[in-house]
Structures are given as C-alpha cells and as structure tokens.
C-alpha cells in the first residue's frame, strides 16, 4: 500500500520499501543464476518535479521516463539542474526517429532502454555522432535492445529470433553506442499461481543466447525486466534492472503522446 504524507504520497517510503524488497529477492535468487544485484529506476512518468527532488535527496539517481515532451521539461527544470547534478534519465518509451535529436542532447541522459530495430539504432548512433563532435568528452550512448516477448502487436521490440542480430548490428555497426543489453515490457497482468512468467523466461533464453554467441560474461549483459507488479519475480529469475512507478510514485492518470 502506498504510504500518503500530508496528503502527498510518500516517495522516499516508497524507495525505500523498494530497495528492500529488491534486497529480499537478490537474496533469493538461485546461485545459478550469474547476475548482478539490480539497479532500481525510478519511474517518474506524469509525476511532478518535486517528486523526484524527494526521492533524489534520499539517494536515488535513476529515474525514466517514457515520453518525449516530459523528459524535455523535466531534464531541463530549473530545480532539477541545481538539485539533482547526478541524476541519470533512463529513456523508457517508444522513441521515434524524428525525435532523436530532441532527446540525445537532453543534460544527464543515461540511457536509451527502447531500442527495437536497426533502423533506431542506426540513427541515434548518427545522433551521437554529433553530439560527440560538440562535446568531445562525451562517452558512448548507453542503450538496450527492446524486445516484445509476448508477441503483442500493441508492444515495440524485435522478434526473440532477431535478438542475437539487433545486438550484433548495435555492437559492430554503431561505435557511438554502447549496448549494455536487453529489455523487454512483457504482458500484463501473468498469474503466477500458474508458474513462471514465459516473458522472462523468454528474456533469459535472449540473454543466453547473445552471451553464448559472443562469449559474454552473463554478468556483463544487462536484463531489464520487471515493473511494480512483479519486480521481485523477475529479480528472482535475473533481472538486473527493473523499472518501478505506482509503487513508488503513486498510480497515475492515463497519458497520450503525439
């Protein structure tokens, strides 16, 4: 349940309760599962800047976002560039070509998370490119190559089949980028009464399958998966980043993004 303070929700309860949890199922996890303890994203989307100004004074530095138009706004916000020098913005959500330029030139950008096909990557790789030219201290863009498990027509991502391909073209065709692994969404609502989610045992054989292909330390190969539903289970089955918002934040109201 979300803890409300003075009629506000508690931000800094909720990563806190998080962090716990996330600690509980690393614990957990079988031994055989070669993974590194999670990283929580934070994530921030249709929430108010003073928000995320409580959970960064807490210790938080990860937060995403999943449109365009908010990232902008909140990147370049006052508060947050005084207050929160050491955030870290995790794109979450679809990214169109035509928006690229809008968002690698955004202030502490971490990640692109949503990377889904060949095309995407190739033109924030051009993208980057230029930023670097501007700013020659830039390292590479971090991303992740999206991957839609469960097949939904609704859902971005590449086919599992083509997930050893996308992350070879990141790897060798694209030196502005630096692809730390794969994400996926996954369906919505998996009763695990009835075993294991197949969307994360789909995003393992994926994980598998390019550490095994391009002789990776799976340690190395990043897993985003899991969001405030089911976080633990997917920490549990290796999941090296999840992406937490209701539980933290408070529900929120539905949003559309032109």
Known sequence: MIRRVM?????????RQALAKIDEAFAKRSETIKAPKPLLVAVSKTKPVDLILDGYSIGQRDFGENYVQELIEK?????????????????????????????????????????HNAKLAENLNKAWEKVKADKPDSSKLNVLIQINTSGEDEKNGTNPAEAVNLYRFVTEKCPNLNCHGVMTIGRFGHDYSTGPNPDFIELMKCHADICSTFEKDPEEVQVSMGMSDDFVQAIEMGSTIVRVGSSIFGARAKKTEA
Not at 7 to 15: A, L, N
Not at 77 to 83: C, M, Q, S, V
Not at 94 to 112: D, R
């Open 75 to 115: 990147a370049h916000d006052a508060k947050i560039l005084e207050h929160c020098k050491d955030i870290q913005w995790h794109f979450i959500g679809h990214l169109q070509s035509n928006k690229i330029n809008k968002i690698v030139n955004l202030p502490n950008l971490y990640m692109i998370e949503t990377v």
């Open 7 to 15: 009629g506000e929700v508690d931000v800094k309860f909720g990563i």
